[in-house]
């Protein structure tokens, strides 16, 4: 009876906020950048064994005075994000949330002052259900509550995730909070996994209402630091079932999920690849990884300013597959100034040696006249000066990438 009258509650709501377009909160005009917690931190609470890696004000402090003194956010890393398992198992007597008061003993204002401070943004995750997908308090019944205590303690960006929560209420779920975090006054990006939790049910999703209620959305499975995970989510990409990829552009954006780049599992090579699928996708690029013990080629590699302007272009259009064989994918995405191309060659075989790909100009779209000058990169160098007629020939290494951009001559 409550879940109806909430329902309808949802429905009206949604239907006042469909009067307006998009969510209009001025955010996420070029992919969001920043760090969260989950990947590297997941649900670790045990801060008396794990004094350095557990969820806790402490660690998130840590990396904002990594992210601020180690040049992340000046190249455009922006928000951290802490992800589950920061509330206290309970709300306090006025229903609010409150965080885990031995993990977070300043409060979540304070933190957010201190992340602040650094000349960053905080974010922090939640769920529409009953519980989060750990099982901490859910916002169900308490969204509005929610939203303004979020607001309240200077939270910038919100995850909202749909554990435990009846399929059938996603589509008000979802555009509920946005709703809300509108009312609060405070500009709030809004991440959310509503195309996923409509994957994971067996459904289609309205990427025309997800555009409009979100900044970025998660639309495919989690990731993993492995190789498998990231080629699984490069696929989905490529194949880009119910054309997703057009729904991106400023304030909207698909999410593959976070970078693994920099932990266990990638190769030199692969870290290279989900780097530059991640800039030619137009995707969120959120780290993470422990920025106090990352190696210096994982850094150099998040902060490769070239990949990071292909990622933020500001015409903000996602790439799109041109050429696909059962190894090779050629991806070209336009970019400023106008008339430019992003290029990038993936070779998904692990076969010993490099592939050699020969791509006649103009199958690929490079079709103007004069020509163009292509730049690699990751290096900056020059390759040369080319002609739609001509064919340009590269190596691609087994789980790796080749990656220039074209400009007009
Ligand atoms: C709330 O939505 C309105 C209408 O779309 C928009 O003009 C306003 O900037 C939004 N405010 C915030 C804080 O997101
Ligand atoms: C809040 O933060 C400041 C500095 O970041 C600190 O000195 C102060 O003790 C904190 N307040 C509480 C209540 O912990």
Not at 17 to 25: D, H, I, P, Q, R
Not at 47 to 62: F, G, H, M, W
Not at 119 to 127: P, Q, S, T
């Amino acid at each position: 009876m409550i879940e109806k009258c909430l329902v309808l509650t949802y429905l009206a709501y949604a239907t006042i906020v469909n009067l307006a377009s998009g969510l209009n909160n001025g955010l996420a005009l070029t992919p969001p950048m920043g760090w969260l917690t989950w990947q590297r931190f997941r649900c670790q609470t045990d801060c008396a064994r794990y004094p350095d890696d557990c969820i806790s004000e402490r660690l998130i402090q840590v990396m904002a005075d990594r992210m601020a003194a180690d040049g992340y956010r000046d190249v455009g890393y922006e928000y951290i994000t802490i992800d589950d398992c920061w509330p206290a198992l309970n709300r306090d007597s006025n229903g609010r949330l409150q965080p885990d008061p031995k993990r977070f003993s300043s409060g979540m204002k304070n933190l957010s002052d201190y992340v602040h401070s650094k000349g960053l943004k905080m974010g922090i995750y939640e769920d529409f259900g009953i519980k989060t997908c750990a099982g901490y308090p859910g916002s169900e019944f308490y969204m509005q509550l929610d939203a303004q205590t979020f607001a309240d303690w200077g939270i910038d960006l919100l995850k909202f995730d749909g554990c435990n929560s009846n399929p059938d209420d996603a589509k008000f779920g979802y555009p509920a909070m946005a709703f809300y975090l509108n009312k609060t006054g405070r500009p709030i990006l809004y991440f959310n996994e509503w195309p996923l939790d409509d994957k994971l049910h067996g459904r289609k999703s309205n990427y025309a209402a997800v555009q409009q209620y979100s900044n970025a959305w998660r639309n495919f499975d989690d990731v993993n630091d492995d190789w498998d995970s990231v080629k699984s989510i490069i696929n989905y990409y490529a194949n880009n079932d119910q054309n997703f990829l057009s729904f991106a552009g400023p304030g909207a954006w698909n999410d593959p999920d976070m970078l693994v780049i920099g932990n266990y599992g990638l190769s030199p090579d692969q870290e290279r690849t989900q780097m530059a699928m991640w800039s030619i996708f137009a995707a969120p690029l959120i780290m993470s990884v422990d920025l106090r013990t990352i190696r210096p080629s994982s850094k150099a590699l998040l902060q490769n300013k070239r990949l990071i302007a292909v990622n933020q272009d500001p015409m903000g259009i996602a790439g799109r597959v041109v050429y696909k064989d059962q190894n090779i994918q050629v991806w070209t995405r336009p970019i400023l100034p106008k008339g430019s191309v992003a290029v990038v060659l993936v070779n998904l075989g692990s076969g010993g040696s490099p592939a050699q790909v020969t791509l006649p100009l103009n199958t690929i779209g490079l079709t103007y006249p004069m020509g163009y000058r292509f730049t690699e990169t990751f290096d900056g160098g020059n390759l040369g000066q080319y002609k739609p007629a001509d064919t340009f020939t590269c190596f691609v290494n087994p789980t790796g990438v080749f990656m220039f951009t074209a400009n007009l001559l």
